[in-house]
């Protein structure tokens, strides 16, 4: 209770002001292939590479830190499958290869910039009862298909849901450096005639969780996953769901699931206003088990053929969010790159500088080895940081660095403020200096977030310096421009 009055006495202010950026919040959006609503809007496999860099270019400039790009979507992939048909979005014609690997193009672009590239993978629905992936599985497996109206759905009371959902999870993992897998729909359809008991119903959903997060988990241990629930959990003692809840209407034990250890993190649709989405954010805050909570918020209902919401509504839940110490999640991706109210000019103020991923420390807490030397080269513009590599992390495949600069020294790593660049993958880094002495710290990060301690250097150069031939300096190291 305390809490929500915290939070009502926030909004009662201008909030002119954004709440400091937090060195750890995830920063996420929605990026829906399905129809071809986000992307891809061209039938050219180079088109649909250049419009995906141009996406993403925009997401790096509102220090987006994660992208959940849709997958799997409805019974279809967007990736060359094993075990489902390629999805109509890509070439205009299901069942044909684009001629190219959108998903692993998706994932090295993200990596490029710093980003976690997310598996959004629809579980439930399969689309219409004759497309092309809902008549495959229906082939191969009769009795795992549903038909409710025109639509198929995956039976949650059939145990072999939660092998074919885990079966497809680990084609993901086992062939892509994905950084999570992300379950839509992962419950009872609203539409479905419920014959069990609500508290069977749970146990059925969380059976086919319990699946794919062992099968994930078993593979690498360090893929994130996550779910994206029914924005109110259920009915609170002072503010009531209106009938539309995870728990009680879909059978969707998302917190459970936090507290059980079978998920690491939620992105509840929270797609409401006022005391439909306060009350409940606290919720999701105070049943969060430790855990990364990154609500969606409505960005489509800015738009004008929505619900046409002020500016102000999404702004503010973003800043109670970030006093509540939780993440935020866009939904969709378009509405927010194409700046529906000035939404995405606002975030880069809001987002003024970079965020790190809080660590899955429930998974491994083992802290990687510093860098090794680092060392400043003085440009005309810019100062040309170097770093020796740090040893290969114990619980990882490998480590990525994080960059600090400040004018003051020794530069105070914990201080947000201080971090320019994250999630880098090679050991250098260009910094324009602006006439002014920086001082500069980097850090390794593993799989998990666990970030070791810093390794710092004082720079002691001053003024300008004559050009640096990059080409000899970095050894054939790729030199990558801050910007």
């Not at 400039?61 to 979005?89: F, G, H, M």
Request: a positive charge; hydrophobic letters at 35%; charged letters at 25%.
């Amino acid at each position: 209770m305390k809490t929500i009055i915290r939070i009502f006495l926030i909004l009662g202010v201008a909030l002119n002001l954004h709440a400091q950026s937090p060195k750890h919040e995830v920063r996420a959006v929605w990026l829906t292939t399905i129809q071809n609503l986000d992307w891809p809007h061209s039938r050219s496999a180079y088109q649909q590479r250049q419009e995906l860099i141009s996406i993403l270019d925009q997401l790096q400039k509102a220090n987006i830190n994660t992208v959940l790009v849709q997958t799997r979507v409805r019974a279809s992939t967007i990736y060359p499958s094993a075990i489902e048909p390629w999805d109509v979005c890509m070439t205009g014609t299901g069942g044909m290869s684009p001629g190219y690997d959108p998903l692993q193009f998706c994932i090295d672009e993200c990596h490029k910039r710093g980003m976690q590239c997310h598996a959004w993978m629809v579980t439930i629905p399969v689309g219409k009862w004759n497309s092309d992936g809902c008549k495959k599985i229906r082939q191969k497996l009769p009795k795992l298909i549903k038909k409710i109206g025109e639509e198929g759905y995956m039976d949650p009371e059939n145990p072999q849901t939660g092998d074919y959902i885990a079966k497809m999870c680990e084609e993901l993992t086992r062939r892509y450096d994905i950084d999570g897998i992300h379950l839509d729909y992962i419950r009872y359809p609203e539409t479905w005639k419920l014959k069990v008991s609500r508290s069977e119903g749970r146990r059925n959903i969380t059976a086919i969780v319990r699946k794919i997060y062992q099968t994930v988990k078993g593979v690498k241990p360090w893929v994130m996953l996550s779910c994206s629930p029914i924005g109110k959990f259920d009915d609170l003692s002072r503010y009531r769901s209106g009938g539309w809840n995870a728990y009680t209407a879909v059978c969707q034990d998302a917190q459970g699931w936090l507290r059980d250890g079978l998920m690491d993190a939620l992105f509840p649709m929270m797609y409401f206003q006022g005391n439909n989405f306060y009350p409940f954010a606290v919720d999701w805050r105070q049943h969060s088990y430790g855990r990364i909570i990154a609500p969606g918020l409505a960005a489509y209902m800015l738009h004008p053929r929505e619900k046409n919401w002020s500016l102000d509504v999404v702004t503010r839940e973003m800043n109670v969010l970030r006093e509540l110490g939780l993440g935020v999640t866009f939904f969709r991706s378009k509405f927010f790159t194409d700046n529906t109210k000035g939404l995405y000019t606002f975030t880069q103020d809001f987002n003024r500088h970079p965020a790190l991923i809080p660590p899955m420390t429930w998974v491994s807490r083992r802290q990687p080895a510093a860098v090794g030397q680092l060392n400043i080269r003085r440009g005309m513009s810019n100062d040309i940081l170097t770093w020796t590599r740090s040893r290969y992390s114990a619980t990882g495949d490998y480590l990525l660095y994080n960059v600090y600069a400040s004018e003051t020294y020794p530069v105070d790593t914990r201080d947000a403020r201080n971090l320019i660049a994250t999630r880098l993958q090679e050991q250098a880094l260009a910094v324009p200096h602006k006439g002014k002495t920086l001082h500069y710290a980097v850090t390794a990060t593993d799989r998990y977030g666990n970030e070791s301690e810093p390794t710092l250097t004082r720079n002691t150069s001053s003024g300008h310096r004559k050009p640096i031939d990059f080409r000899q300096l970095m050894m054939g190291n790729k030199l990558k421009k801050y910007k």
